[in-house]
């Protein structure tokens, strides 16, 4: 198909530079791709006939990682201040 139609894991490495520039890089093409992420992730992991935990569990870790690498470089330098 076209190359505008195709998914990211479908694109030849040489063919990334031209696919990229077929990107819609607006707020609302932007706002487009983060919902279709998402409802992609809710389908796959929560939405699911016999679901459990685990797409809920690893949002949670995902938001936990992100918040300790956001909160990183306080929590070395009062790492540091509390002993010395």
Same mark, same amino acid.
């Given at each position: 198909?076209?190359?505008?139609?195709?998914?990211?894991?479908?694109?030849?490495?040489?063919?990334?530079?031209?696919?990229?520039?077929?990107?819609?890089?607006?707020?609302?093409?932007?706002?487009?791709?983060?919902? &279709?992420?998402?409802?992609?992730?809710?389908? &796959?992991?929560?939405?699911? &006939?016999?679901?459990?935990?685990?797409?809920?569990?690893?949002?949670?870790?995902?938001?936990?990682?992100?918040?300790?690498?956001?909160?990183?470089?306080?929590? &070395?330098?009062?790492?540091?201040?509390?002993?010395?």
């Amino acid at each position: 198909g076209p190359l505008s139609a195709r998914r990211l894991m479908d694109v030849r490495l040489g063919e990334l530079p031209m696919w990229l520039a077929t990107c819609d890089f607006s707020p609302q093409g932007l706002l487009g791709g983060v919902q &279709k992420a998402w409802s992609s992730y809710y389908n &796959k992991y929560i939405n699911v &006939k016999r679901g459990g935990a685990a797409g809920i569990s690893m949002l949670l870790a995902g938001y936990c990682v992100l918040s300790y690498s956001w909160n990183y470089q306080h929590i &070395k330098c009062y790492r540091w201040r509390k002993y010395h």
